[in-house]
């Protein structure tokens, strides 16, 4: 029971990311429709979430572990929710990003609270079944999004993609305060307010700058360049008040361990490599095939479906083969299925993207629950809500620099292979050339304005050089997915050692007495 109430808190979290996507055309669209959102606007409307979430996953954690997880957890959900309301009648794109950190708040505090609170509900040896029903449900919240967002944009206004929350949200407050216990660490000792503030300015540099580079498909800029170094700057102090400080947020020594440092690598990798791709995929299925956002949220069902089926059956394949191997395989599986996408052209049966698909979700089934199991038992048990910050903030870390690093390769990969076919249109003002190679959407609609013939062979070339950058982006998500195999069978050990010390778990049958 508690893990259902804890998949439901989970759900809305991660779902809400993926539905917004679908609906990013709809609040472009000016008044009354949508809010005439321009592409920065947009952009601001993912990245303000990302930002605010990502900077205080860190201090949620540290917070939840000294408050209590539970309290933790019922304030993220509160303040998520109050955010999807005001997010969903937001009156400009403004407010729209405004409300949009908000519920970036709220997330930032459920997103580790959930983990924290099963890895003290459950014994360790129940830990991995229930950390694979987890990442399971991540995986399904991820393929539901598009689906749900389709279908109340069919029938309803934008807003209606934030205010789907509202209910989930009420259900998951009700079952918390009834069904789930409190846990917190009994010996916490001084705050730590230098490391809270460290991490958080250190975080929030480094992700904006990741950001900003994506964005402007340009790393070496200066802006770019000072914020992200200033990031690691901070962060790199950050690591010295630790080990100096008496009464730190987080050990250090932790990194020392393989099991925890090669696990975190693994999942900024695989994240690294499968949201770069997600990104680029939605643009293949909708721009060049041609398929409604309800349809290309429907094709995405295979990977979630993998997951679902897999993930939380990992352990069986740990238990009897290791952790090394199973993540190893799991790695090299993801890496083939992401070259794998060289298959894809205009005319590709579309069974074959189905099939990598449901091959990539069986990997990534493989890799997250056990590199997760390893992270979370590498710490003792009372410092449960930091060690799955950490492992949100190398996802989200991972997952952001994918974005942008891989989506500034497919950018800038596109722009070169459709910059010819452009210079060569005549009767078409410069500015408006070069605003059209930015992306096959901006040149499909260029090619909307022209002549029939012209934007026959505008849309052909439009394809080939989309799926060229495509193809180009796809290995180097292969070879990215690739390192990350390598590190997961040099460093990853084969089975986990003993548990750490820990306070005594919490027992259902004693709480009950007490009450």
Known sequence: MILTVLMLSLLIVVLDNSILNVAMKTIATPAPTGLGATQSELEWAINSYTLVFAGLLFTSGLLGDRLGRKKVLLFGLAVFGAGSVLAAVSASPTQLIAFR??????GAFVMPATLAILMNVFEREEQPRAIGVWAGGVGLAIAVGPIAGGLLLDHYWWGSVFLINVPIVVCALVAMVIVVPDSKDPAPGRLDPVGVLLSVVGLVLLVFGIIKGGQLADFTDPEVLATVLGGLVVLAGFVVHQKRSDHPSIDIGYFRKP?????VA???LVFFALMGVTFFI?????SVRGYSPLDSGLLILPL???QLIFAPRARLAVDRFGARAV???GMLVVAVTMAGMLLLGTD???WVLEVLFFLQGTGMAHIMPPVTVAIMQSLPREKAGSGSALNNIFRQVGGTLGVAVLGSLLSTSYRDGIQGTLDALRGVPGPVRTAAGESIEATLGLAARLRPLPAHVLTQRADAAFLHAMHVTALGAAAVSMVGAVVVVLFLPGKMGPAPHAAEPWDGRKAGAAR
């Open 101 to 106: 950190a908000l519920m970036g708040l709220g």
């Open 259 to 263: 099991a925890f440092s090669a696990a």
């Open 266 to 268: 693994a999942i900024a």
């Open 282 to 286: 939605v643009f293949y299925v909708q």
């Open 304 to 306: 979630a479906a993998a």
């Open 327 to 329: 993540c190893t395989v």
């Open 348 to 350: 590709t049966p579309i």
